[in-house]
């Protein structure tokens, strides 16, 4: 797949292959596929995480963007393809596994038990025990503190670690989730949607948890429908359409423009122009969809890269 | 979630200071899951205290005690397995089954009555890893693997205790040896300043105070809370969702196993049709008690309140003189009493 020789110096600084002593990817799929019974869900996907990388990966509702991670998550299996884990090939059986493969991942809505105190669902799965035997218990205070501490350096200024995490808001709810991966020592988070259900300002700071992850070394997947939201904090930006990918880019090799204009599917966009006009009546709606479709197709144009490379091999340039 | 919705756009300079700290220490104590409860059994007492001169003597109170530990020693299990988003409605009958047990195989066999008690422990851990298993393999509702299991175990009770031992009732077994013992353990007297107090009074005591160290103490207790809050963000953070249920149902089989043995060697036969409807006595408990239906939210504590507030009501009414056929129907007022109250008292704290 080789997807680069994308900065290997990152990549070697805290881990390397011991038997080869090539640069190995933290994280890589080649051309993983996945089917529930003849439906097939996802197939040939081709991506690589580093560390303190971010790779996006774009798509449409139902464009195969959460079996994907489900799949580097544990919660699925691949059928076809392999994964590999610091060039080991690895298929998870439960979440645990991948936990325990160094890879987090943050669920857009069942990232937190929403009755339960911030603290402990901090520790949920992990908790710091002291005593032994029979009388194993949880350290609490130092938990707690914890939370606290993890919680002030992501920026959320909590006095009380008891309240039910239910009342935060949602960008501090997945706030509170990365922090809690980053603090167990994650390699790899996965983020799903973390700002899809988010207003402006909360995805930007969710936004910036992103990149204060990634500085600190993580391979981070970025899963949204927003290019632009991926495409400030992304390096690479694995695009998926009804189950296939359509397009792996680097970042220098792609502008904001292309890939909203990839994202967008301009050929949907002249269908519906196109429809518009047979039904008649629509004048307003369908000048609006032409000029949309004049916008995407000229930032097509400009891109050339992105027509070609959605015809021919839609792999990494 | 909801009370950022409601507040005023807090300033960026200081994000989420403000929103919190207000609450006082009252709130935060409302906000706990028996409140509700303890507000309902303070009244509850003072009431019949005021009715009935002889509702405070020790001895009734021993008596009340007696009553509430035999509902209270089953409600810390089932408290759990409601806080773990399960119940079971198999626990009344799977009771008497355990002591059917114990009884019918130290009989037949004529064997010490220990034989029986730990053959009993096993069938009833047995019974509730049944129930466990069962559901989270199929997934199926408990309300339908347990309704399932608790016809099945009133009819084993009934057809194998005339199998086995020719009666509706369990043959008495007070001849055996070990009798006497098991007695002493399960089923006999301490005597406090004079006053009587049941062994099970203990139990449940004891019984309260482990399940609230497990449930506020120990990373069981935060797995508890959350497969009831929410069993796939459990899993997906790697709690063992499966071991933990089955876990919460052997637990319920473990109180199962310490009443059974208390209702046999408490007399030296079981009746074995009983036991039918006690498992909506220890469900209303551990609901009076501040326990959500739904799971994921109360307390151990609650539902031995819960179980207090029953035997008060239970003895209280005979103490006042009444005619105890109301007692149904304070059951019922106070089960929606403290539902009604405990939701407005949930709702306010987590606005505030």
Request: charged share 25%; glycine share 10%.
């Given at each position: 797949m080789n997807a680069k020789q994308i900065d290997q110096q990152t990549l070697l600084k805290d881990e390397k292959d011991p038997l080869t002593h090539t640069p190995v990817h933290l994280l890589s799929l080649e051309g993983v596929g996945k089917h529930y019974g003849n439906i097939i869900a996802l197939r040939d996907v081709t991506m690589a995480v580093d560390n303190g990388r971010v790779t996006c990966v774009l798509g449409d509702n139902g464009a195969g963007k959460s079996t994907l991670i489900k799949i580097i998550a544990g919660l699925h299996q691949h059928d076809e393809g392999v994964l590999h884990v610091m060039g080991d090939a690895r298929k998870f059986n439960s979440p645990r596994d991948a936990l325990d493969a160094g890879i987090a991942t943050v669920y857009q809505d069942l990232a937190v038990v929403p009755l339960m105190p911030i603290w402990r669902n901090f520790f949920l799965g992990s908790e710091l025990t002291t005593g032994?035997?029979?009388?194993?218990?949880?350290?609490?205070?130092?938990?707690?503190?914890?939370?606290?501490?993890?919680?002030?350096?992501?920026?959320?200024?909590?006095?009380?670690?008891?309240?039910?995490?239910?009342?935060?808001?949602?960008?501090?709810?997945?706030?509170?989730?990365?922090?809690?991966?980053?603090?167990?020592?994650?390699?790899?988070?996965?983020?799903?949607?973390?700002?899809?259900?988010?207003?402006?300002?909360?995805?930007?700071?969710?936004?910036?948890?992103?990149?204060?992850?990634?500085?600190?070394?993580?391979?981070?997947?970025?899963?949204?429908?927003?290019?632009?939201?991926?495409?400030?904090?992304?390096?690479?930006?694995?695009?998926?359409?009804?189950?296939?990918?359509?397009?792996?880019?680097?970042?220098?090799?792609?502008?904001?423009?292309?890939?909203?204009?990839?994202?967008?599917?301009?050929?949907?966009?002249?269908?519906?122009?196109?429809?518009?006009?047979?039904?008649?009546?629509?004048?307003?709606?369908?000048?609006?969809?032409?000029?949309?479709?004049?916008?995407?197709?000229?930032?097509?144009?400009?891109?050339?890269?992105?027509?070609?490379?959605?015809?021919?091999?839609?792999?990494?340039? | 979630m909801a009370n950022t919705a409601t507040l005023p756009p807090a300033p960026a300079s200081a994000p989420g200071d403000e929103r919190i700290g207000r609450r006082s220490p009252i709130q935060k104590f409302l906000g706990r899951p028996e409140v509700g409860a303890l507000v309902g059994a303070v009244v509850l007492f003072i009431f019949f205290a005021s009715v009935s001169p002889t509702f405070t003597q020790p001895n009734a109170l021993a008596t009340i005690l007696y009553g509430s530990s035999t509902i209270g020693i089953m409600a810390v299990g089932v408290s759990l397995l409601m806080i773990g988003g399960e119940f079971d409605l198999s626990t009344g009958v799977a009771v008497i089954s355990s002591a059917l047990t114990a009884s019918l195989f130290s009989w037949n066999f004529s064997l010490n009555a220990w034989v029986g008690v730990v053959l009993a422990l096993v069938v009833s851990l047995g019974i509730g890893f049944v129930n466990g298993w069962i559901l989270v393999k199929t997934k199926l509702p408990s309300f339908i693997v347990t309704l399932a299991t608790f016809l099945m175990l009133t009819g084993l009770n009934l057809a194998l205790t005339r199998l086995i031992g020719g009666s509706v009732s369990s043959p008495s077994i007070s001849k055996l040896d070990g009798f006497d013992s098991a007695h002493a353990v399960f089923a006999s007297s301490i005597s406090i300043g004079g006053v009587e107090v049941k062994i099970t009074v203990f139990f449940w005591i004891i019984l309260v105070a482990i399940a609230s160290w497990v449930l506020l103490r120990t990373k069981v207790g935060n797995w508890i809370f959350a497969v009831g809050g929410d069993a796939n963000a459990a899993r997906a953070v790697g709690v063992p969702v499966t071991k933990t249920k089955i876990g919460l149902f052997m637990a319920v089989g473990f109180c199962g196993w310490i009443l059974g043995m208390h209702n046999l060697f408490a007399f030296d036969a079981v009746q074995s049709g009983e036991g039918v409807g006690n498992e909506f006595l220890y469900i209303i408990a551990a609901v009076i008690g501040g326990c959500l239906l739904t799971g994921g939210y109360g307390s151990a504590v609650g539902g031995a309140i819960g179980a207090f507030i029953f035997g008060m009501a239970n003895k209280g009414i005979v103490y006042a003189q009444w005619n105890p056929d109301w007692f149904k129907f304070f059951l019922g007022l106070m089960l929606l009493l403290a539902t009604i109250v405990n939701l407005i008292v949930k709702r306010r704290a987590e606005l505030k």
């Open positions: 032994w035997g029979p009388f194993k218990s949880m350290d609490v205070q130092k938990m707690k503190d914890i939370t606290l501490k993890e919680l002030a350096q992501m920026g959320i200024d909590l006095r009380d670690v008891e309240q039910p995490i239910g009342q935060l808001s949602g960008g501090e709810r997945q706030c509170v989730a990365i922090a809690r991966a980053v603090y167990f020592g994650a390699k790899v988070l996965i983020l799903d949607e973390p700002t899809a259900a988010l207003g402006v300002k909360q995805s930007g700071v969710v936004l910036r948890y992103i990149l204060q992850a990634r500085d600190r070394g993580l391979g981070v997947i970025f899963i949204t429908h927003n290019p632009h939201h991926a495409f400030p904090v992304g390096d690479r930006f694995l695009l998926l359409k009804r189950g296939k990918s359509i397009g792996y880019y680097d970042k220098k090799d792609i502008t904001l423009d292309e890939l909203t204009a990839q994202m967008a599917g301009g050929a949907e966009l002249a269908e519906l122009a196109h429809e518009l006009e047979q039904l008649g009546g629509h004048t307003e709606a369908l000048k609006e969809v032409q000029a949309e479709v004049a916008g995407v197709a000229e930032a097509a144009d400009v891109a050339d890269v992105a027509d070609a490379s959605r015809e021919n091999s839609p792999r990494h340039a | -």
